[in-house]
Structure formats: structure tokens, C-alpha cells
């Protein structure tokens, strides 16, 4: 969803050479070392990950080997040919414990596999490749996967009622919108500001946070389904695997600084995906 957005944005104004994970296993070192080896990229963008959050508490060494050990691979085989790594993360390696959008600097405690290995992820980015920059989104939704949006959409013509939790808050964010962001901060790099300026970690989601239930409203007026009926319900109520974070919106402030540009509303991002995809 995030790669194809990127892909295509990028390439107006780069070389793209865009790798799936049958010609690049990120969990594979020898892989990774030999396509940086081929191509020599001055950029590296890391959009690969496991986030299947229930699948990743199921299964925690592979979850380690892509969020994790990928990017450790990658940023390695960066720093012995000078490229700068941009890995994107996730709000989810926040605790949920804060009642207000939290910033780059905010302690982070995962409360569940997917998290963790976002974490020691980002962790071994700073670690080993000096020239990086982590983006941390959340609530991912565009073309090319499924996602809340079209989940709602989905089950609104096969249900007449659906539960949705309402405690649990955050912020979506558009692929076209992110990857936007991220086009502008490659072109920072690239110009004459100089990119140690712009190396370090930020937060990018579209404006403002909802709860799931919000978010499900929204996308049933914008998608113009007025015969399903949505039922509030607590997070407790679902039967998850993993626990998630309560509250976990991210505060967009140091990227809107950089750049001059702060991300549009989350509600038009909503409404210009659902009518660009479904109406």
C-alpha cells in the first residue's frame, strides 16, 4: 500500500527501483548486501514490515526477523556504501497511556509484539547507519490492501449492525498523503538545506485523532451508507491476541516545522480516498 504510493510518487522526480519481497527478503543479509551492491542507491526507503498485529504476537521470531532484523540488514549494507536509510515505523510502540498526541521524544513501551519489534527496529537504525530517518505513521489506509476503510466498507453490505470500539483512539493516515510527506522531506535532502539538518525521527499521520468508532462514522457518511447502524462497543469486548494501545495519536508539529507544509485533515483524506476508490 505504502510502496506502491511511494513508487509512484517518487519516480516523477527519481530513479525508483521499487523490490518486492520476492527479489528482496529483508530478512535475508546476503540478499540485502547484494542489491546494494547492484544498484548503489543514495537513498534507501525501508517500507517493509510485518504488521499483522494478532499474526505478529502469534509469531514473534518472525516478526523479529522482518521489523527488526530487516532493518538492521539494510541499514548495515547503507552505511559500508554511504546511502541514507529511511525507515518507516509505527505509533503502536507507544504505551497508550497519554491523553494527548505523542511527540518524537516521548518515552516508547510497546505493550505487544508488533510494537517491540518496530522498536528494536528503529533502535538498531540509530544504531548502525548514521545518515537515517525514522518516520513513525499510524492507521495506514490507500490502494492495494485492506485496511479500515475498506473493511467497513466491506462488511456495511453484508451487516446491518456494526460494533465498533470507541476507546480506542489514534490517527489515519492516507498513503498518497504520507507518501507526499515523505517526497517532501527526500527533496530536503537532496537540496541545498543540507540533510543533517533533516536526519532523526518524525511524526506523520494525517491531522487530528478519532476513536474507531469516529473513524467508522466518518466513513459511512463519506461513502454515503446510511442503512447500517453502528453500536459502540468497548475494546475489551473484541476478541483480540495482542493487547493495543488505549491512546496512541501521534503529534505532527516537527514535521510541519521542517517543511512548512502540516498534513491536511484526516476526515478529507477519508473522503477523497472513498471517492476516488468506491464512488
Same mark, same amino acid.
Given at each position: 500500500?505504502?510502496?506502491?504510493?511511494?513508487?509512484?510518487?517518487?519516480?516523477?522526480?527519481?530513479?525508483?527501483?521499487?523490490?518486492?519481497?520476492?527479489?528482496?527478503?529483508?530478512?535475508?543479509?546476503?540478499?540485502?548486501?547484494?542489491?546494494?551492491?547492484?544498484? $548503489?542507491?543514495?537513498?534507501?526507503?525501508?517500507?517493509?514490515?510485518?504488521?499483522?498485529?494478532?499474526?505478529?504476537?502469534?509469531?514473534?521470531?518472525?516478526?523479529?526477523?522482518?521489523?527488526?532484523?530487516?532493518?538492521?540488514?539494510?541499514?548495515?549494507?547503507?552505511?559500508?556504501?554511504?546511502?541514507?536509510?529511511?525507515?518507516?515505523?509505527?505509533?503502536?510502540?507507544?504505551?497508550?497511556?497519554?491523553?494527548?498526541?505523542?511527540?518524537?521524544?516521548?518515552?516508547?513501551?510497546?505493550?505487544?509484539?508488533?510494537?517491540?519489534?518496530?522498536?528494536?527496529?528503529? $533502535?538498531?537504525?540509530?544504531?548502525?547507519? =548514521?545518515?537515517?530517518?525514522?518516520?513513525?505513521?499510524?492507521?495506514?489506509?490507500?490502494?492495494?490492501?485492506?485496511?479500515?476503510?475498506?473493511?467497513?466498507?466491506?462488511?456495511?453490505?453484508?451487516?446491518?449492525?456494526?460494533?465498533?470500539?470507541?476507546?480506542?483512539?489514534?490517527? %489515519?493516515?492516507?498513503?498518497?498523503?504520507?507518501?507526499?510527506?515523505?517526497?517532501?522531506?527526500?527533496?530536503?535532502?537532496?537540496?541545498?538545506?543540507?540533510?543533517?539538518?533533516?536526519?532523526?525521527?518524525?511524526?506523520?499521520?494525517?491531522?487530528?485523532?478519532?476513536?474507531?468508532?469516529?473513524?467508522?462514522?466518518?466513513?459511512?457518511?463519506?461513502?454515503?451508507?446510511?442503512?447500517? =447502524?453502528?453500536?459502540? *462497543?468497548?475494546?475489551?469486548? *473484541?476478541?483480540?491476541?495482542?493487547?493495543?494501545?488505549?491512546?496512541?495519536?501521534?503529534?505532527?508539529? =516537527?514535521?510541519?516545522?521542517?517543511?512548512?507544509? %502540516?498534513?491536511?485533515?484526516?476526515?478529507?483524506?477519508?473522503?477523497?480516498?472513498?471517492?476516488?476508490?468506491?464512488?
Amino acid at each position: 500500500m505504502l510502496g506502491a504510493a511511494l513508487a509512484e510518487r517518487l519516480s516523477r522526480e527519481y530513479k525508483v527501483i521499487a523490490l518486492g519481497h520476492i527479489e528482496c527478503d529483508i530478512t535475508d543479509s546476503k540478499r540485502v548486501a547484494g542489491i546494494f551492491s547492484r544498484y $548503489r542507491p543514495w537513498l534507501a526507503l525501508n517500507a517493509a514490515a510485518m504488521t499483522n498485529v494478532d499474526a505478529c504476537q502469534e509469531d514473534p521470531e518472525k516478526a523479529r526477523a522482518v521489523n527488526a532484523k530487516g532493518p538492521y540488514n539494510i541499514a548495515k549494507a547503507a552505511g559500508k556504501h554511504n546511502a541514507i536509510v529511511i525507515q518507516i515505523s509505527t505509533d503502536y510502540i507507544f504505551s497508550g497511556r497519554k491523553d494527548k498526541p505523542y511527540q518524537e521524544n516521548d518515552y516508547a513501551s510497546a505493550v505487544n509484539i508488533y510494537g517491540e519489534t518496530k522498536l528494536e527496529g528503529e $533502535r538498531l537504525i540509530r544504531k548502525t547507519v =548514521k545518515k537515517h530517518i525514522i518516520i513513525r505513521t499510524s492507521w495506514l489506509f490507500g490502494k492495494g490492501k485492506d485496511n479500515f476503510i475498506s473493511s467497513i466498507i466491506r462488511r456495511s453490505r453484508k451487516e446491518k449492525v456494526l460494533r465498533i470500539a470507541s476507546d480506542k483512539y489514534s490517527s %489515519p493516515t492516507y498513503a498518497l498523503d504520507l507518501a507526499r510527506a515523505i517526497s517532501e522531506i527526500i527533496n530536503l535532502i537532496d537540496g541545498s538545506a543540507g540533510p543533517d539538518k533533516v536526519y532523526g525521527t518524525y511524526h506523520i499521520s494525517n491531522s487530528g485523532y478519532c476513536s474507531w468508532y469516529e473513524y467508522a462514522q466518518v466513513i459511512l457518511k463519506s461513502a454515503k451508507i446510511a442503512r447500517v =447502524k453502528l453500536e459502540p *462497543i468497548k475494546m475489551g469486548q *473484541i476478541n483480540f491476541k495482542a493487547r493495543r494501545p488505549v491512546f496512541s495519536a501521534l503529534d505532527n508539529s =516537527k514535521y510541519s516545522r521542517l517543511t512548512g507544509k %502540516p498534513p491536511r485533515k484526516w476526515q478529507t483524506a477519508v473522503k477523497e480516498y472513498i471517492e476516488r476508490e468506491y464512488m
